[in-house]
């Protein structure tokens, strides 16, 4: 009974590593990419599809179909590696919803097949990439930079170099020191009155 238990967990063993050994190579081949990407919209028809699958496959056929459900005729595709690039016909292409089946013979011998969609609308705005591209919020922040700036350079060359009231002159530059504003007033070489006395100084002398 012993040696039946054995044999059977041995046989369980050889089977288990068997199935593991062969797993990566159970994989089918698939779709990785494509050129236009599915579900998306594109303001014009490009030339040709572009497939990429996950390995490089034996055969490979595709299909299209046009908004009414009609195929569209498509040349033989050329394949490079895990690529395969199928040319357009150079026609008008009505605006709708087209469907591109593609079916292949897997690396691993295996028939696999899928399909995608995209829209063609002229008026779709091009697609582009999110790399490189400016936040919204840097447009009007850079806009109040430069009226802040421009407001300064401004307020410089505006303002009064100097400024004499009542015989008492003022000159606005800038603290050698500090580089701030700095104002220099200059006062008028006349005694000084005394106001704790009650003396006036607006009234003329008596």
Do not use: K
């Not at 295996?110 to 697609?127: E, M, N, R």
């Amino acid at each position: 009974m012993s040696g039946t238990r054995r044999i059977g967990r041995l046989g369980a063993l050889a089977l288990g590593l068997t199935l593991l050994a062969s797993g990566p190579a159970a994989a089918h081949d698939d779709l990785d990419q494509s050129t236009p990407a599915a579900d998306t919209t594109v303001a014009a028809m490009p030339s040709e599809l572009d497939l990429e699958f996950t390995a490089t496959p034996r055969a490979v056929s595709v299909t299209m179909l046009d908004p009414a459900g009609r195929p569209v005729p498509l040349s033989q595709p050329a394949r490079s590696g895990s690529t395969a690039t199928v040319a357009l016909p150079d026609a008008a292409f009505a605006t709708g919803g087209y469907t591109v089946s593609w079916r292949i013979v897997s690396s691993d011998g295996h028939p696999v097949g899928g399909s995608y969609g995209f829209i063609l609308d002229p008026t779709a705005p091009p697609s582009t990439s999110s790399e490189g591209s400016v936040p919204a919020w840097v447009a009007p922040a850079g806009l109040g930079v430069l009226v802040l700036t421009g407001g300064g350079v401004w307020l410089r060359r505006r303002r009064p170099r100097g400024i004499t009231v009542f015989g008492v002159s003022s000159e606005l530059g800038t603290h050698p020191i500090t580089g701030r504003p700095h104002l220099s007033v200059a006062l008028p070489d006349a005694p000084m009155t005394d106001l704790r006395n009650g003396d006036d100084p607006c009234s003329s002398p008596s």
